[in-house]
């Protein structure tokens, strides 16, 4: 894998151990960007169990459907959101792990493509190293689709998506955020299929699924330690506070 980073010796890691809320936790992501952009603190990594999101893409938010998708994501217990980065609607829960990894950058634009082809063979390979077969790439009716997402299979059962990545750059920084649903898939497949349905957007619901439903006995946990142990070979990682 080649490193596309900016060449930081050392990222702050920030090891959250409770949501502080769907709204609250995108948003402390940008003041992390916004604070490492200005040179308020080091590079940084959060790693946290998210409440409950849906988050829709701006495109999403301009289509009639739009407010009944809201709807459907309430009612089936996740609160509805409009990120800032694009894409398509993802949800996401206590059972999904999400990295997000700032540097700051003097040019954050030109690395944007390195740095998803470079996240996602990382996120692959901390799937692999906790036993689930799992690749990098786009597969047929998936959810919020993207070409880096990561997808994993087994024997017998349908190819699934199981990480989501996007990120954000401002001047003299870039946020990259990586979802992955390690557990509990049934959930937001319900409220992908009510969601989508409101929007208007085909997908294919059996590509929704957790890394559990092919590895039975994975926990968001496994994939914590699978994540800062790769991490650990490419750069010093230090304990910060939130």
Not at 54 to 64: E, K, M, S
Not at 84 to 95: K, N, S
Not at 167 to 194: C, K, M, N, T, Y
Request: hydrophobic content about 45%; some cysteine.
């Amino acid at each position: 894998m080649a490193n596309p980073w900016s060449g930081a010796a050392e990222l702050e890691v920030l090891h959250l151990r409770h949501s502080a809320g769907a709204a609250p936790d995108l948003d402390a992501g940008i003041d992390l960007l916004r604070d490492v952009a200005a040179g308020r603190r080091p590079p940084t990594l959060r790693l946290y169990r998210p409440s409950p999101t849906v988050a829709f893409g701006q495109r999403d938010a301009r289509l009639a459907g739009f407010p009944a998708a809201q709807y459907q994501a309430r009612a089936a217990g996740f609160e509805p959101l409009v990120r800032r980065a694009g894409g398509r609607a993802a949800a996401y829960h206590e059972g999904c792990l999400v990295v997000d990894h700032i540097e700051e950058s003097a040019d954050a634009v030109a690395g944007t493509r390195a740095r998803f082809a470079f996240f996602g063979d990382l996120f692959a390979q901390a799937l692999q190293d906790v036993g689930v077969d799992a690749a990098v790439g786009e597969i047929s009716g998936e959810y919020c689709p993207g070409e880096f997402s990561v997808h994993g299979t087994a024997a017998g059962l349908p190819a699934v998506k199981l990480v989501g990545t996007a990120q954000r750059v401002v001047a003299g920084a870039w946020l990259f955020s990586s979802v992955v649903v390690v557990e509990r898939s049934a959930p937001i497949r319900a409220v992908l299929d009510g969601t989508y349905a409101a929007l208007g957007l085909p997908w294919e619901p059996s590509t929704a699924g957790a890394a559990e439903d092919l590895v039975p006995g994975v926990r968001v946990r496994d994939l914590e330690e699978a994540v800062l142990g790769i991490y650990d070979t490419h750069v010093r990682l230090t304990a910060g506070r939130p």
